[in-house]
């Protein structure tokens, strides 16, 4: 598994609410089917309902702060190598690799500690060669 | 604010086992007082005890899963700005800004959704122009 994350995932109770709150802050993102997404350096940080949130990774709704991880990878091999060398290593898969409702192919699993990762395989967000991430233009306008 | 996460902070509860995780999965890390730092692209992923992360940052533990950002920026007074703005734009203010004790200055605040933020000026750790962070090396060999 390589050694970066693609995009940390806020849950929030109120979409609108906190996307303010980060442009207030000076972020600019884009929303696209109520998800907030923010090019933050190689990374994107992302704002989603925290209900869906822990529906979609298959663990129970943390409260207030909760936030997930996630890494992009190339392949979908390489989404089923990294779920399979994770649960080896003791991770629970909270949600086997399964094609996602946007076209790509993603699982997840928790660590020891119960902290989320999605590894998916999405070929809409454009991977560099040394991992960084690009959020694409959704051409939304905003 | 910059757009930009310096620091991803992993609440856990026994550091040695969550370091192995890690490893197992093919990371490399650096391990100083008590934490743990890997360098994940252009940020550091990092595992710190759980009751040690809720209380430096000044808001209660919130179970597994735990985990809170930080952007590092560079100077006291930007530390200062941030923080400012936050609160202006309705953050609340979990820990104002203060000395550290690794020679640092920082304070936190929490997004409307309870979100953990650390603004740190730390000069130990060097930022690119770009605000990527490199872990620097503690020269204690693992």
Known sequence: M???ISLVTLGVTDLP????FYERLGWRGQEVEETVFFQAGGLALVLWGRDKLAADAGVPDTGPGAMTLA??????TEVDQTLALAAEAGARITRPAAET???GYAGCFTDPDG??????????FPLA???TLTVPDFG???
């Open 17 to 20: 609410r906190a996307r303010r």
């Open 129 to 131: 060669a040394d991992g």
């Open 140 to 142: 939304a306008g905003s």
């Open 71 to 76: 890494q992009n990878v190339r392949s979908r």
């Open 2 to 4: 390589e050694q970066r």
């Open 101 to 103: 409702f946007y076209g």
């Open 115 to 124: 902290h989320v990762w999605e590894i998916a395989h999405n070929p809409g």
